[in-house]
T-cell receptor, first 112, second 114 residues
Framework: AQSVAQPEDQVNVAEGNPLTVKCTYS??????LFWYVQYPNRGLQFLLK??????LVKGSYGFEAEFNKSQTSFHLKKPSALVSDSALYFC??????????FGAGTRLTVKP | EAGVAQSPRYKIIEKRQSVAFWCNPI?????LYWYQQILGQGPKLLIQ????????DSQLPKDRFSAERLKGVDSTLKIQPAKLEDSAVYLC????????????FGPGTRLTVL
């Protein structure tokens, strides 16, 4: 069965600095990878996905993610963090039978 | 486009009572998911429907949890009887049929079992 690991519970960055939220995955077959964001008292919102093609995927709110097959990673990045980016971020992988597995989440805090 | 609707938003019950949650997916979405999200953890898939058939319920505690999706649209998730460890947010999501499509999530139902 597929699985996802988010090795950092918490990431702290200063506003204006670049940010990276890490994710590694395990899946048999082609990986379908997703990032979601969860703001307080709100449901999960889709940010971006990798299905095939370019390893650098661009998504909502200026986020992007880099797919690395050899390292089985799909790290989320943003060149310049905003205070409003502070939230809980989840990486997810979908297997060939369409089921989804989520990571435990990484809390991003952007300080002014 | 209307989003995924869930009700109730909050529910408090005593242990050993029963509870039911309702979900209305986005119109046209064939696939519907129920997740359990315990505080501090990622969502855990409980059951996945494709139209009105079950695709995956391998993580559903079938001795106390049940779900149905009659007519392939709305869905109900039931817990009977509830345990303290069932306290969590129950999320419903829907997506188009294929594996490449992202899921759209509802606001969730926060369940507290006392």
């Amino acid at each position: 069965a597929q699985s996802v690991a988010q090795p950092e519970d918490q990431v702290n960055v200063a506003e204006g600095n670049p940010l990276t939220v890490k994710c590694t995955y395990s899946v048999s077959g082609n990986p379908y990878l997703f990032w979601y964001v969860q703001y307080p008292n709100r449901g999960l919102q889709f940010l971006l996905k990798y299905i095939t093609g370019d390893n650098l995927v661009k998504g909502s709110y200026g986020f992007e993610a880099e797919f690395n097959k050899s390292q089985t990673s799909f790290h989320l990045k943003k060149p310049s963090a905003l205070v409003s980016d502070s939230a809980l971020y989840f990486c997810a992988v979908r297997g060939n039978n369409n089921d989804m597995r989520f990571g435990a989440g990484t809390r991003l805090t952007v300080k002014p | 486009e209307a989003g995924v609707a869930q009700s109730p938003r909050y529910k408090i019950i005593e242990k050993r009572q029963s509870v039911a949650f309702w979900c209305n997916p986005i119109s046209g979405h064939a696939t519907l998911y129920w997740y359990q999200q315990i505080l501090g953890q990622g969502p855990k898939l409980l059951i996945q429907f494709q139209n009105n058939g079950v695709v995956d319920d391998s993580q559903l505690p079938k001795d106390r949890f049940s779900a149905e999706r009659l007519k392939g649209v709305d869905s109900t998730l039931k817990i009977q009887p509830a345990k303290l460890e069932d306290s969590a947010v129950y999320l419903c999501a829907s997506s188009y049929l294929t594996t490449v499509n992202e899921q759209f999530f509802g606001p969730g139902t926060r369940l507290t079992v006392l």
